[in-house]
């Protein structure tokens, strides 16, 4: 199984930038997939999920109206759209796949190796 995650980089606040998430050698539509972030010092934290078809999201209370989950199942790929950032979105974001659409980050089965986002103020 590999998750190949794409998009990052540097922006300005009030910018926005668009990850991708290629998924392979798994079923994806079996899998809800999540986007977690990770900045420097800090534990790795949840930012959105999806739902196995895309009919549910879910979203951290700090990225509310800003960020937006969505996902192909015929291209096996998870979108995380970010828009208005923030300095304090600046983070290594991964996305992961889990069995549980509403498990905890324990669930989340397999993670993709990041992608850099920094936001300049």
């Known amino acids: 199984v590999q998750l190949q995650a794409s998009g990052g980089g540097l922006v300005q606040a009030g910018g926005s930038l668009r990850l991708s998430c290629a998924a392979s050698?798994?079923?994806?539509?079996?899998?809800?997939m999540g986007w977690f972030r990770q900045a420097p010092g800090k534990e790795r934290e949840f930012a959105a999920r999806?739902?196995?078809?895309?009919?549910?999201?879910d979203y951290a209370d700090s990225v509310k109206c800003r960020f937006t989950i969505s996902r192909d199942n015929a291209r096996n790929t998870v979108y995380l759209q970010m828009n208005s950032l923030k300095s304090e979105d600046t983070a290594v974001y991964y996305c992961?796949?889990?069995?549980?659409?509403?498990?905890?980050?324990?669930?989340?089965?397999?993670w993709g190796q990041g992608t850099q986002v920094t936001v300049s103020s």
């Open positions: 992961a796949g889990s069995r549980a659409y509403r498990g905890d980050i324990a669930t989340y089965d397999y």
């Open positions: 050698g798994l079923t994806f539509s079996n899998y809800a």
């Open positions: 999806i739902s196995y078809s895309g009919s549910l999201t």
